[in-house]
């Protein structure tokens, strides 16, 4: 069954919360996994230039926010931890001179295990990073090879403490699971080897074949459904019984260590993008639209239009794609959104969401709290997620 057909204006009374996303293309090595816009380091990164670029970026892209607060800022990519202390105390400083950042601002920056030591980490902490995201993605070394990343299990497990002792009190771990022939007993080596190195926050995600990918071309033979299903089930309940609350299908914290730039994309929130390939969506109440726009991808074609102009597109979501993007982002959260959320990011009625939930709420995958207008998916709608979108499609013109 398809969503429904309709045709109104949306009415934004206020601007959703404000993030920047900063993206860094460059990586040792392609992943054979990965389908981010990365690409090997050949000769090194250019790190003047492309910082200069980010801050002309930002600087171009300031008319979409005047007057508006930046509350989380996230470094992803590639590997931003390829760029140095300095270049990042730079870029960070002079985002501070151009736009004003909340005072309780997070700062994430992704890296790889294999990129940092103590004296790197103590320099990005130094620049105003509180936030540390190592992609460990498994601590068995067999499978580290399979997926191609340039770090082995101990050098995972170092990163984690070299970031506790440079003062990162808020550190996440990737870890991925149903890896090329992984077993159950594998697998949960590696989320205990996770639990005891007690980071705050642990995403923990299934390995999935993407297109345009060097796995896609030539599969690895991973577990099953129902053996990657066990796996999950397994880490789930580990996790849980070592006080990793799930608020998220991914996301798993510990005392309340949420990520706040992640959960300000799964409430619809705005968020500027700057650097190749970077994505954006941002509403204007004066037009009273919501825009998306993405930019250049590929790392010279970046840099060489960034003076001008680094969006490569752009478009506007129509009215009949709010309900379902929002939906797409807020019922992955496992205490899913309030309808006041809803009415604010979108600008849309009530009437709306309740025609698009129609089906899913009849067969209870979705729960409508009356009282305390919070809607959410229920257990056996967490498992069916895919389903109740698919219900919410909207129709074509």
């Not at 939906?327 to 698009?356: I, P, S, V």
Request: charge should be negative.
């Amino acid at each position: 069954m398809r969503g429904f057909s309709f045709s109104v204006m949306i009415n934004l009374t206020k601007l959703p919360p404000l993030s920047l996303y900063i993206h860094f293309p460059w990586c040792v090595q392609k992943c054979p996994y990965c389908d981010f816009n990365s690409h090997k380091v050949q000769q090194g990164v250019p790190e003047n230039d492309y910082i200069n670029a980010l801050l002309k970026d930002l600087e171009n892209d300031l008319p979409l926010v005047w007057g508006r607060k930046v509350n989380t800022i996230f470094m992803g990519g590639g590997t931003p931890s390829l760029f140095s202390p300095e270049a990042m105390d730079t870029l960070l400083s002079g985002i501070r001179a151009r736009i004003p950042l909340s005072s309780n601002i997070e700062i994430t920056m992704e890296a790889n295990p294999g990129t940092i030591e103590n004296k790197r980490l103590k320099g990005f902490r130094e620049a105003g990073i509180n936030r540390v995201s190592f992609g460990a993605q498994s601590f068995n070394d067999t499978h580290l090879q399979k997926l191609s990343r340039i770090h082995n299990a101990e050098t995972a497990a170092n990163a984690i403490t070299m970031a506790k002792n440079a003062d990162f009190e808020n550190i996440n771990l990737d870890l991925m699971f149903a890896l090329p022939e992984q077993t159950l007993e594998q697998a949960a080596s590696d989320i205990e080897t996770a639990i005891a190195l007690q980071p705050t926050h642990i995403s923990y995600y299934q390995l999935t074949i993407e297109p345009n990918t060097a796995f896609h071309h030539q599969p690895p033979v991973v577990p099953g459904e129902d053996a990657a299903w066990e796996i999950f089930d397994f880490g789930k309940n580990k996790l849980a019984l070592a006080g990793y609350q799930q608020y998220e299908v991914s996301a798993y914290a510990k005392n309340k260590n949420q990520c706040r730039h992640n959960a300000n994309y799964w409430q619809f929130g705005d968020y500027l993008g700057i650097g190749a390939g970077a994505h954006a969506k941002i509403s204007d109440g004066s037009k009273q639209s919501i825009t998306r726009y993405w930019k250049h991808k590929h790392p010279q074609a970046y840099l060489d239009a960034v003076n001008e102009s680094a969006i490569s597109g752009y478009r506007e979501v129509t009215n009949k794609e709010l309900v379902f993007e929002f939906l797409m982002n807020a019922l992955r959260l496992n205490e899913g959104f309030n309808l006041q959320t809803y009415l604010d990011h979108t600008g849309l009625k009530t009437d709306m969401l309740k025609q698009q939930l129609a089906s899913s709420l009849k067969q209870e995958l979705v729960d409508w709290n009356d009282q305390s207008q919070q809607i959410k998916t229920t257990e056996k709608g967490r498992a069916f997620l895919n389903h109740i979108l698919e219900q919410c499609l909207p129709d074509s013109p």
